[in-house]
């Protein structure tokens, strides 16, 4: 059931649901989450059957203010304090030490927790809320089923888990691809899964140069073994029904050339129509040219292309520049699960 985030009587509606114990769809500016009280296990289990997510990928706990953080977290280091004043309310999660004895499910177990404060306001209010009844704060995964492509918008939660989940409508969300997830355990702000902050805009705020985390395999060969799972690290992620193929310009332009597949229903997402598409009856749609509005576009482009059929979608590579980083990286994720599995 979908309803308005900004009527008045949801939040009560919707924190009622987590005191019951029940999931609800929350969204925010980054994605859409499917949530529970960080600090209840049994409640918190239901999300990972939900979305059939392995038990040992931690989830991220969102709280109203950098002042909650002393609910879960110890050992707060000078630069994650850093972020959190530049960065917060907004599309960061910080990964800290956990305090002892707490939101085992939310954590995986791990020592480790994930903490965001994000600024979608009926986020804000709902977390406000929250804490006036002693929730102090919101486990919160992508609000879609485990390695399939992430919703921004309410409706995209209710094709995913179906009407009788409680959905928070917040309207399409506006940075459109999830949180930088920085680590802040290890003496450096380490970014584990690119968001749409650069390195540049994380160092000046961290006052310490922040790095990217080496890619799995490269740790594996360092032996730096106890690196925590992300599960939007791995190889295969966000993946829509359609085969995705990332191309450079030039590749796409080859291929276009020679395709001749009838069978195929094909889709362009690129930043300039490739000429004679029309001729070839293909599914065109444009890639913004900002990385802010690609990234608010990717996600819903691709159930789009789902919706319609397609069999493929071929995707311009986007510029190179530190500020598409973060869309390259879905993009690359949603390619290789075509590759992979198919
Ligand atoms: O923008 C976002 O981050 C969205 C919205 C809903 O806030 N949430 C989101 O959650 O993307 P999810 O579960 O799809 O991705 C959270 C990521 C996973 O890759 C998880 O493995 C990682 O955060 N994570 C959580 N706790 C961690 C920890 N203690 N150490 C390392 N990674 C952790
Ligand atoms: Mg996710």
């Not at 600090?39 to 706990?61: E, M, W």
């Not at 009838?262 to 293909?282: F, H």
């Not at 493929?312 to 530190?322: A, C, G, N, T």
């Amino acid at each position: 059931m979908i309803i308005e985030g900004s009527a008045p009587g949801s939040i009560d509606l919707a924190v009622e649901s987590l005191l019951r114990d029940e999931l609800i769809g929350l969204p925010t500016e980054t994605v859409y989450g499917l949530a529970s009280n960080a600090l209840n296990d049994a409640a918190t289990l239901k999300i990972f059957a939900l979305k059939g997510r392995p038990v040992d990928h931690p989830l991220i706990a969102h709280i109203y203010d950098s002042n909650a953080v002393h609910h879960f977290a110890k050992e707060v280091p000078e630069f994650a304090l850093n972020l959190m004043q530049a960065f917060w309310p907004g599309p960061l999660t910080l990964i800290l030490k956990k305090m002892d004895g707490i939101a085992a499910a939310c954590t995986a177990g791990a020592p480790t927790i994930a903490l965001r404060c994000p600024a979608h306001p009926v986020a804000q209010a709902l977390l406000k809320r929250c804490q006036e009844v002693g929730i102090w704060g919101l486990a919160a995964p992508s609000a879609n089923r485990f390695g399939r492509v992430s919703p921004t918008h309410a409706e995209h939660v209710a094709q995913e888990f179906g009407d009788t989940l409680t959905i928070l409508n917040g309207g399409p969300s506006s940075v459109g691809i999830e949180s930088t997830i920085v680590d802040c355990t290890r003496g450096a702000p380490i970014v584990l899964r690119p968001g749409m902050l650069t390195l540049k805009e994380l160092s000046h705020a961290a006052k310490c140069p922040a790095v990217m985390a080496q890619r799995p395999g490269a740790q594996a060969q360092t032996g730096d073994i106890d690196t925590p799972k992300a599960s939007g690290t791995l190889e295969s992620h966000y993946a829509p029904d359609a085969l995705v193929r990332l191309l450079s310009t030039n590749e796409m332009g080859a291929r276009l050339q020679n395709f001749r597949s009838p069978n195929l229903q094909l889709a362009i997402w690129s930043r300039s129509p490739p000429i004679g598409i029309e001729a070839k009856n293909l599914n065109h749609a444009l890639m913004p040219d900002t990385p802010a509005e690609c990234a608010k576009a990717l996600f819903a482009q691709l159930r789009a292309f789902d919706a319609l059929g397609m069999t493929e979608i071929w995707v311009e590579r986007p510029p190179q520049s530190p500020e598409w980083a973060g869309i390259t990286d879905r993009l690359q994720r949603a390619a290789h699960s075509g590759t992979e599995h198919r």
